[in-house]
């Protein structure tokens, strides 16, 4: 394998095709290795890695404890609300102090937009975004494309939309600079009052009818309405919602063409998205979350080994 030009994963904006083409070349080993009795390679033996999460989080939180352990690597769980962060330890002081322990590699979720780069910036560690507010969540977009490719084999020209709340989503924004960057077309459908003025400058197409976007998809990533960052506030109410944008069964089945769903999670369902669907055979929801692990694995592999 070769490296990596960044020293850190804190987006995908501006990452060259280069890199995200290896990151996802190297997810297949990583996933043959997950198939194996034993889970477990040497490869970060002796290096230390500490999850920072600020936020909630079910499926990057352990996705990423995995990812580390099936590494070897030494790995040490920050939770903020039993940390001194509580008595009003600045954000700065814990990441200089966490450091001062001989951390090699900082896994961090935030909610508020920047922040870790700025840690990354003021500090010796590698740092890996595990999703700040409604910035970035570069590996999600990671394990979103390496799902896509399981199923079609190339991102390139792909017809890729993501539907719902635009504005509030990290998620949709690593996935429109990652896809972008591998040659898909990318197109964002939602209610207006959710969609970012700016998108259509970026390349990407805007939809505000459920119908034309599926139309135009081979693949469609479904975001969680974020009722805890006020989405509720966009739209009149979650059945209305659902019934202009959600994702049915009847919808997909209309069209008469494969189509691949996918979904971050965590899912509200029978508001964005059926259960028949996030259940049923157009769905790689579940494949999404195997592949992060390895992802993870990749990534913190590339990073944690990069020569300094
Ligand atoms: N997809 C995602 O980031 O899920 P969690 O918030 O559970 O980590």
């Known amino acids: 394998m070769s490296s990596l ?15 995200l083409e290896l990151i996802l070349d190297s997810t297949d080993t990583f996933l043959e290795i997950l198939d194996r009795p034993i889970k477990k390679v040497p490869t970060l033996q002796g290096k230390t890695v500490v999850n920072l999460f600020f936020e909630n989080s079910t499926r990057t939180r352990i996705s990423f404890e995995l990812a580390e352990r099936r590494l070897s690597a030494d790995v040490v769980n920050f939770s ?5 962060v509580k008595k009003g330890e600045t954000l700065l002081d814990t990441a200089r102090n966490i450091e001062a322990m001989k951390v090699d590699i900082v896994v961090m979720r935030h909610a508020a937009a ?8 003021r500090c010796t ?6 999703g700040d507010g409604a910035h970035e969540h570069p590996t999600q977009a990671l394990l979103d494309m390496v799902t896509i490719r399981q199923k079609t084999g190339s991102l390139e020209g792909l017809n890729v939309c993501i539907i719902g709340d635009i504005a509030h989503s990290r998620v949709a924004r690593s996935n429109i600079y990652g896809l972008l960057t591998m040659g898909a077309n990318v197109a964002v459908c939602g209610p207006a009052s959710m969609i970012p003025y700016d998108l259509e400058r970026m390349g990407v197409r805007v939809f505000t009818n459920i119908d034309d976007a ?15 960052r006020d989405a509720g506030a966009d739209f009149p109410s979650l059945r209305e919602y659902h019934n202009a944008f959600g994702i049915t069964r009847r919808r997909l089945d ?13 899912i509200n369902r029978g508001v964005e998205i059926e259960s028949e669907v996030a259940d049923g055979p157009y769905s790689v929801i579940l494949p999404q979350v195997t592949n992060g692990v390895a992802i ?13």
């Not at 903020?80 to 001194?84: I, K, L």
């Not at 993870?296 to 300094?308: C, K, Q």
């Open 214 to 228: 599926l139309d135009f998809s081979d693949v469609i990533n479904v975001l969680r309405i974020q009722l805890e």
């Open 296 to 308: 993870r694995m990749a990534v913190l592999y590339l990073i944690g080994t990069r020569a300094e």
């Open 80 to 84: 903020a609300s039993t940390s001194s």
């Open 254 to 266: 209309a069209l008469g063409k494969d189509m691949i769903v996918l979904h971050p999670g965590p």
């Open 125 to 130: 560690s590698r740092f890996l975004n595990a």
């Open 5 to 19: 030009s960044i020293p850190h994963l804190l987006g995908l904006h501006d990452v060259p095709k280069q890199d």
């Open 114 to 121: 920047g922040s870790v780069k700025f840690l990354s910036e």
